[in-house]
């Protein structure tokens, strides 16, 4: 098997230890080092075994070859983005004011970012897709589900194509200015451009699901039981919505402004 096999699988053994799983964590550091230093096609098993400190003999334990390590890396940060989504798509989050739900998911797309292997794996997608073997334009699509959910909880009254042409016009600009970020090597440039995603999102969304949009109805969105805001939809009864407080695990219908028990 060559050092351009793109066939092979990730890892050649999974680690049951934790230190081997460390090992595994530091030689990925590594090679996202080396890819972002030399490149991918410059790059060899023997660079990114040095720049990781280990033996050759025992990064081929886990990887046969660079395509290997690189699948790796895709896979670890397809886990991290889901990981992100997850942490982000939450009420708490949902229900602020629109500048300060944005500049959490900016946020924490920008800290998945500071670790090397999302980094360069996502540089690489728009550079050299050619070397992918897991992520393609299905984890855009993905995003722009996800982005879609986001804006349908903040205003259900949107049709379903105006939450995908909104999202996907978000998803897309996100992507390009945070490219030119992650490729600009001056630290406080880089972060210009973070805030720049920040304010075109606000401007962007603002008509549609603005503060102003959602009037009162973000703000006494509070459990009746407990006034928890950890909240869940749970379907609709007589045409109303629902909400199921995962505080309390008890049930309300929203109605005109007001929470009434069901």
């Known amino acids: ?52 400190g280990t033996a050759i003999g025992s990064l081929y334990q886990f990887f046969p070859d660079k395509a290997a390590i690189f699948q790796a890396m895709e896979l670890r940060h397809v886990e991290r983005v889901k990981q992100m989504w997850a942490q982000v798509n939450t009420p708490e ?42 992520i393609d334009e299905s984890m855009t699509q993905e995003a722009i589900n996800f982005m879609a959910n986001i804006l349908k909880q903040r205003n259900s009254k949107l ?42 999102l606000v401007s962007y969304l603002e008509p549609y699901v603005g503060d102003h949009v959602l009037g009162n109805v973000m703000k006494v969105m509070k459990c009746l039981h407990c ?4 909240l869940s939809k749970n379907g ?11 505080d309390c695990g008890k049930q309300f219908v929203e109605t005109c402004g007001r929470s009434f028990a069901p």
């Open 236 to 246: 609709y009864r007589r045409g109303k919505q629902c909400y199921l407080c995962k």
């Open 93 to 134: 989050i949902v229900q602020l004011p629109l500048r300060q739900m944005i500049h959490a998911l900016v946020n924490s797309v920008a800290q998945m970012f500071e670790q090397p292997v999302s980094r360069v794996v996502f540089v690489q997608f728009f550079m050299a897709r050619e070397i992918f073997q897991s």
């Open 1 to 52: 098997m060559t050092e351009d096999s793109h066939s092979s699988s990730s890892l050649r053994r999974q680690p049951k230890q934790q230190r081997g799983k460390q090992r595994v964590e530091k030689i990925l550091d590594a090679a996202a080092a080396v890819f972002d230093q030399v490149g991918y096609e410059a790059a060899t098993t023997h660079l990114i075994a040095a720049k990781a």
């Open 227 to 230: 006034q928890s805001q950890r």
């Open 159 to 200: 049709s379903e194509a105006q939450y995908s042409l909104l999202a996907e016009v978000c998803v897309h600009s996100s992507n390009a200015v945070m490219l030119s970020a992650l490729r600009n090597p001056d630290q406080q440039h880089r972060q210009r451009l973070t805030q720049a995603i920040e304010d075109l």
